[in-house]
């Protein structure tokens, strides 16, 4: 199949063999209900100037010149709609999603192929075989690695498998953003964290609130602080809505106080307290890296009656492994897990299946101490307890073990806790 490359710089000439000028680029129309473009004009560059061709009146595309199929004073020239993008000015060097293999990488070319009379782009050539071919220098290393059996192995994206990311100029490109809310959220973060800070931006901005949410969370503070300084302070407050507290109150302990203290005027009265109270502690002490999330039951229920109440409660927890059972002031009574839970025979009392010596941290014990006591007793999660007994949080294994594990490991490990 042709490349792009193969046809920039070609002559183009009209019926009767008059030269018009070279070929320098190919204008391809994105329709939703086609995954690859189509290609439907020529830019054409002569004496006179630039001037765009339509693909209906070309004769041949893949020969050494390209002939059209009428003189150049009958050709009708194209308009560009809103659904048409140039390949070589829009595409090639332009960096892109790609979302099978979760990186961001660079276009060197685009391959073409041909479905009855007309051209449609096919694959993004993302490899150096691609650049070399541009450089007019594939033949020589094709050549060469086969001298030394070594074959140069083509590295293409189909198109309908990656997202162009918006340049500086408007781009016409609709391409529906499914494929990236559908990445896991560390997976988006790493793709963010290989974007130059314009394009990491641009890409934010076409997130909706509660992926964005997910995706900053799985990055540091300070890069979640510089991620969000130029968004607009009402859509950080939606974002931080979003989040879950704990990781919330880290980014904003990363924002200049002024800012922080409007945006937690801006977020919901309920949200704002949460992460209000999380500010209140030292960010190293178990107060500080603790989340409000959590699942908490009276003693009086029965296993049926704490279902029920899971059912109605745990999309709001940060996990739902733990369940924890604190009387009418809160003090901790006791702890069970889904598996208890799942097991007890539906009118058992919590209070016959739960496990009355519950392993806590106090509100101001060291980081370092919370992943001391996670490791010790092999814990997904350890709840944090005043002087008092009274249950103010959860911090899960991934927080405590944070300063022990390096974060590029900690993001890796398996959330069992989710």
Same mark, same amino acid.
Request: no cysteine.
């Given at each position: 199949?042709?490349?792009?490359?193969?046809?920039?710089?070609?002559?183009?000439?009209?019926?009767?063999?008059?030269?018009?000028?070279?070929?320098?680029?190919?204008?391809?129309?994105?329709?939703?209900?086609?995954?690859?473009?189509?290609?439907?004009?020529?830019?054409?560059?002569?004496?006179?100037?630039?001037?765009?061709?339509?693909?209906?009146?070309?004769?041949?595309?893949?020969?050494?010149?390209?002939?059209?199929?009428?003189?150049?004073?009958?050709?009708?020239?194209?308009?560009?709609?809103?659904?048409?993008?140039?390949?070589?000015?829009?595409?090639?060097?332009?960096?892109?999603?790609?979302?099978?293999?979760?990186?961001?990488?660079?276009?060197?070319?685009?391959?073409?192929?041909?479905?009855?009379?007309?051209?449609?782009?096919?694959?993004?050539?993302?490899?150096?075989?691609?650049?070399?071919?541009?450089?007019?220098?594939?033949?020589?290393?094709?050549?060469?690695?086969?001298?030394?059996?070594?074959?140069?192995?083509?590295?293409?994206?189909?198109?309908?498998?990656?997202?162009?990311?918006?340049?500086?100029?408007?781009?016409?490109?609709?391409?529906?953003?499914?494929?990236?809310?559908?990445?896991?959220?560390?997976?988006?973060?790493?793709?963010?964290?290989?974007?130059?800070?314009?394009?990491?931006?641009?890409?934010?901005?076409?997130?909706?609130?509660?992926?964005? %949410? &997910?995706? +900053?969370? @799985?990055?540091?503070? #300070?890069?979640?602080?510089? $991620?969000? /300084?130029? *968004?607009? =302070? !009402?859509?950080?407050?939606?974002?931080?809505?979003?989040?879950?507290?704990?990781?919330? %109150? &880290?980014? +904003?302990? @990363?924002?200049?106080? #002024?800012?922080?203290?409007? $945006?937690? /005027?801006? *977020?919901? =009265? !309920?949200?704002?307290?949460?992460?209000?109270?999380?500010?209140?502690?030292?960010?190293?002490?178990?107060?500080?890296?603790?989340?409000?999330?959590?699942?908490?039951?009276?003693?009086?229920?029965?296993?049926?009656?704490?279902?029920?109440?899971?059912?109605?409660?745990?999309?709001?927890?940060?996990?739902?492994?733990?369940?924890?059972?604190?009387?009418?002031?809160?003090?901790?009574?006791?702890?069970?897990?889904?598996?208890?839970?799942?097991?007890?025979?539906?009118?058992?009392?919590?209070?016959?299946?739960?496990?009355?010596?519950?392993?806590?941290?106090?509100?101001?014990?060291?980081?370092?101490?919370?992943?001391?006591?996670?490791?010790?007793?092999?814990?997904?999660?350890?709840?944090?307890?005043?002087?008092?007994?009274?249950?103010?949080?959860?911090?899960?294994?991934?927080?405590?073990?944070?300063?022990?594990?390096?974060?590029?490991?900690?993001?890796?490990?398996?959330?069992?806790?989710?």
């Amino acid at each position: 199949m042709p490349y792009l490359s193969n046809l920039l710089e070609k002559p183009v000439a009209d019926i009767d063999g008059e030269p018009l000028g070279r070929l320098k680029d190919l204008i391809a129309s994105l329709r939703s209900e086609i995954p690859h473009p189509k290609i439907v004009a020529l830019v054409v560059k002569g004496a006179g100037g630039t001037f765009l061709v339509p693909f209906s009146d070309v004769a041949v595309l893949i020969a050494p010149a390209i002939p059209l199929a009428r003189r150049l004073q009958d050709v009708v020239p194209y308009k560009p709609g809103e659904h048409d993008l140039y390949l070589a000015r829009d595409v090639l060097d332009k960096q892109i999603i790609d979302t099978n293999g979760m990186r961001v990488v660079r276009v060197n070319d685009l391959e073409l192929m041909r479905v009855n009379h007309h051209f449609y782009v096919a694959n993004v050539d993302i490899g150096g075989l691609g650049l070399l071919r541009r450089l007019g220098l594939a033949g020589i290393a094709q050549r060469l690695s086969s001298r030394f059996g070594r074959e140069l192995p083509p590295s293409t994206i189909s198109w309908d498998a990656v997202e162009l990311l918006p340049g500086d100029q408007p781009m016409r490109l609709k391409v529906p953003s499914d494929k990236i809310t559908e990445l896991h959220p560390a997976d988006l973060a790493e793709i963010i964290s290989d974007l130059s800070r314009p394009e990491s931006s641009r890409l934010l901005e076409s997130l909706d609130l509660e992926t964005l %949410a &997910d995706a +900053l969370e @799985e990055v540091e503070p #300070d890069f979640q602080a510089s $991620l969000v /300084e130029r *968004m607009p =302070d !009402e859509k950080v407050a939606d974002v931080l809505e979003e989040m879950a507290p704990d990781e919330a %109150a &880290d980014l +904003l302990a @990363e924002l200049p106080q #002024d800012r922080s203290q409007e $945006l937690l /005027e801006l *977020m919901e =009265d !309920e949200e704002a307290e949460d992460v209000r109270k999380l500010l209140t502690y030292p960010e190293d002490t178990a107060g500080g890296i603790m989340t409000t999330e959590f699942i908490a039951i009276r003693p009086d229920l029965t296993a049926e009656q704490a279902i029920s109440v899971l059912r109605e409660t745990a999309e709001e927890a940060e996990t739902i492994f733990y369940v924890y059972v604190t009387d009418s002031a809160d003090h901790l009574a006791g702890v069970f897990s889904l598996s208890d839970l799942v097991l007890a025979s539906p009118q058992t009392p919590v209070t016959e299946f739960m496990e009355r010596r519950v392993t806590s941290v106090g509100l101001l014990d060291s980081q370092d101490k919370v992943a001391q006591v996670v490791a010790k007793y092999n814990l997904l999660a350890v709840p944090v307890v005043d002087s008092e007994g009274r249950l103010h949080g959860i911090v899960t294994a991934d927080d405590a073990l944070d300063k022990i594990i390096p974060t590029a490991w900690k993001k890796r490990l398996p959330r069992l806790y989710h």
